[in-house]
């Protein structure tokens, strides 16, 4: 099969012009102007917007998670990815505390096998570091090609480590050429304060936000760049929220180090006068929190400034009932929010159509950054020849409002209701085939297949 998409406006991380792209196969086979070849099948991408698909490097599907699962599948959440433009998503491996890493990756092999509509990834979030769980970090780099390890600094007893092992994993990952991810809050400050909270009767989801204050953040962001940098590890911070954790990272800069940083469309467009309704504010309950308006300008700045590199969603969503969990004690709302349909277009709508963001920015931070730190580019998150076919055409004019009456996440609230945006993909490929056209989805599950990533780097 080839697909010549004609006239569209070129958008890359570096690049932006009117040209015409020959697919045949999985790849991109020319681009040029004015390209006179024949095809199977002709897009008119006149008046469009034409860039790679976007890779949101984190999302939970099918996670177990505060007493029960997030509630979107591979194949619901890759569907959903597919609408927004999304052609790839990197999804958590969470080992269970007292067993191993390969038992882990035996339960999300299951979940994602047969159910992908757009391709996807591991990182493998490493909860139970110990000497046997060091022995097999080498074969996941090297074998399945998974090379970027999840740790987390909060939810004792769950899912945290501690310093000791950070430092363990971090040595034992940068040995084989990984990275070392995190999510950095100060899990015994915040514990102290959840216990302080409900000691005083204060249960409702405004002190989820309370007992997660800045500085949880910042402190943890500020310790876990010391000790990359004391072993020297590639490393990254996921879901940063706030002026502080960006202070961390802009300080370890001065050292000449680079610590990757990825913030989350919610954090750049919601803010925290969402947890003043009641236990309606239990949609937005996630961790870290929703924060000040002030943070938002410092993660636009931090953007702009290179400091922080991707924009993801941290998809996890559930479903009311399942956030009712928590009616009588917000430390029991499932955390977590659907987001992962709505990226790109929110970011366009908002970022580039208000001057916050440029159009090559807008594509490196949804899909070109992601692909070169986690070790995928120029398979992935960018359009050059010989790279795969994932391909977006989007209308910049089409206004549309956001609705979980039409969005495809399996979750019955949407976190962005009723908000309007301009611009829609109109036309999305994955590795050549036509994944959604007419508002359609256009593969089955299982189209999607599993991407083996290389060892990373430093530096992009
Ligand atoms: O609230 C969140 N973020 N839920 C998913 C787990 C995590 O911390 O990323
Ligand atoms: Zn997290
Ligand atoms: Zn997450």
Redesign the pocket.
Do not use: A, I
């Given at each position: 099969m080839s697909i010549l998409i004609k006239n569209g406006r070129i958008v890359t991380a570096e690049a932006d012009y009117l040209g015409d792209i020959l697919v045949e196969g999985e790849r991109i086979q020319a681009i040029g102007a004015k390209l006179d070849v024949k095809a199977d099948k002709i897009i008119d991408a006149k008046n469009k917007l034409v860039f790679p698909g976007g890779i949101d490097p984190?999302v939970?599907l099918d996670m177990p998670?505060m007493g029960t699962f997030s509630s979107d599948d591979y194949t619901s959440g890759t569907t959903a990815a597919l609408f927004g433009g999304t052609t790839m998503v990197i999804d958590f491996v969470l080992q269970e505390q007292g067993k191993s890493l390969s038992d882990a990756l035996k339960t999300w092999r299951k979940k994602s096998k047969g159910k992908a509509c757009c391709d996807y990834s591991y990182h493998m979030a490493v909860t139970d570091f110990n000497e046997s769980t060091s022995k097999e970090i080498k074969s996941l780099i090297q074998k399945q090609g998974i090379t970027s390890f999840k740790t987390?600094m909060a939810?004792k007893g769950a899912l945290m480590i501690d310093d000791n092992q950070m430092v363990g994993l971090m040595n034992e990952v940068r040995k084989h050429g990984g990275m070392v991810t995190v999510?950095a809050t100060n899990g015994d400050m915040i514990d102290h304060l959840v216990e302080k909270f409900r000691s005083e009767k204060k249960l409702t989801p405004l002190y989820h936000y309370l007992s997660q204050p800045e500085i949880t953040e910042a402190e943890a962001s500020s310790r876990f760049a010391d000790m990359a940098f004391y072993t020297d590890v590639t490393a990254y911070i996921?879901?940063m929220t706030c002026e502080g954790a960006l202070k961390a990272i802009r300080l370890a800069t001065n050292r000449n180090q680079k610590v990757f940083a990825e913030t989350c469309v919610q954090y750049l467009l919601l803010d925290a006068g969402l947890y003043e309704k009641g236990f309606e504010s239990a949609k937005w309950v996630?961790?870290p929190p929703l924060r000040e308006k002030k943070d938002q300008e410092a993660l636009w700045a931090g953007i702009n400034q290179g400091l922080v590199q991707v924009v993801g969603t941290?998809h996890?969503p559930f479903n009311w009932e399942q956030k009712a969990m928590g009616k009588e004690d917000f430390s029991k709302i499932p955390?977590?929010h659907p987001g992962l349909e709505h990226r790109m277009e929110l970011l366009f709508s908002e970022g580039v159509l208000k001057d916050r963001i440029s159009l090559s920015t807008f594509v490196a931070l949804t899909a070109t950054n992601a692909a070169k730190i986690f070790g995928m580019h120029p398979q992935k998150g960018c359009l050059a020849v010989g790279s795969d076919a994932d391909i977006v055409i989007f209308n910049p004019h089409t206004r549309h409002k956001i609705s979980a009456k039409t969005h495809h996440h399996r979750c019955d609230y949407s976190a962005y209701e009723g908000w309007e945006v301009v611009g829609k993909c109109e036309t999305v490929l994955l590795r050549g085939q036509v994944a959604v056209e007419h508002q359609q989805l256009h593969v089955a599950p299982g189209t999607g297949k599993f991407i083996k990533r290389d060892t990373v780097s430093k530096i992009i």
């Open positions: 984190h939970h998670f987390f939810y999510h996921v879901h996630m961790s941290d996890c955390n977590g």
